[in-house]
């Protein structure tokens, strides 16, 4: 495996932002494995069956981390690093604040949908073709990933959520109503700056709802989108919420409700390795060209 903390100066957010990346070349030879024996490569083990080619390309899955969290949390938790080379693909794990939103804070959206594409397929082996990119996430993270996929369908292909309780949903009334109480003022003010005012959040531009309403009768292609919860998450309902508006409209859905699990890392770590292994519709192989 290849993993590569690259910081660059963002135009969209306005300072030096990092990126985890993380390409499969364990399994990559530069010589043909034809050679193997005569390039007097170990015998024990197995000879390397791909070898890299100019141009050759992987598909991307794009990890949005949790509140509170940077994006070395993805890799550190998890063993995504060994499920992106089991499943041939290169994984871009972004640092994101204020919600994934353009705020006052920055314009983490622009960054995330604009901005962290046009750099990630410039200056790495990144597929440009939208069946090759994918986004998930877990908890804060989740709930950007959807709120990315529904207003910007031409970017991924399909979008894993899991456990997402905070921030962007297909819910205005619950948006409206966490933005009127006293939580998210007391403990979490960057909500606000995030979302603005309750009283101008209906019809904005994170008001999830109507824009995926919009995207479905226009007859573009949409995300497909799997959305998971444990049953003893507290955030259980939003997530199921967000799961019955997506069907109302016809969008390609699937829930997973996980029996017994909670908000932690326990699902996260699971889901996020399933995700790779088996829920996204990945091609599990190098791109030649």
Not at 59 to 68: A, C, D, M, R, W
Request: glycine content about 8%; hydrophobic content about 35%.
């Amino acid at each position: 495996m290849a993993r590569l903390q690259y910081n660059f100066k963002s135009q969209s957010v306005g300072r030096n932002v990092n990126v985890t990346i993380v390409l499969p070349t364990d399994g990559l030879s530069f010589f043909d494995p034809s050679e193997a024996e005569q390039r007097g490569q170990n015998p024990i083990t197995h000879p390397l069956q791909y070898c890299y080619r100019p141009g050759m390309k992987f598909q991307t899955v794009y990890v949005y981390h949790g509140g509170g969290e940077d994006d070395s949390m993805n890799i550190r938790y998890a063993a995504l690093e060994r499920a992106a080379q089991e499943n041939k693909v290169m994984l871009v794990c972004p640092d994101i604040q204020f919600f994934g939103t353009d705020s006052p804070g920055g314009k983490y959206f622009t960054y995330l949908t604009e901005e962290l594409p046009c750099v990630v397929q410039t200056l790495f082996p990144s597929s440009p073709k939208r069946e090759d990119n994918f986004v998930m996430g877990y908890a804060m993270g989740a709930n950007v990933a959807l709120g990315v996929s529904i207003l910007r369908p031409q970017l991924f292909c399909a979008c894993l959520d899991i456990s997402g309780g905070i921030g962007m949903t297909l819910q205005t009334s619950t948006m409206v109503e966490e933005l009127s109480g006293d939580h998210f003022k007391k403990y979490m003010p960057s909500y606000h700056i995030a979302f603005g005012s309750p009283e101008e959040f209906p019809g904005s531009a994170y008001d999830l709802y109507p824009a995926a309403k919009r995207h479905k009768a226009s007859g573009q292609k949409l995300t497909d989108f799997i959305l998971v919860c444990g049953s003893k998450e507290f955030i259980r309902k939003r997530v199921e919420d967000d799961a019955a508006r997506l069907q109302e409209l016809e969008y390609p859905v699937t829930y997973i409700c996980v029996e017994g699990y909670d908000h932690d890392w326990k699902t996260w770590d699971e889901y996020t390795m399933r995700g790779l292994r088996e829920l996204l519709p990945l091609k599990r192989e190098y791109l030649y060209v």
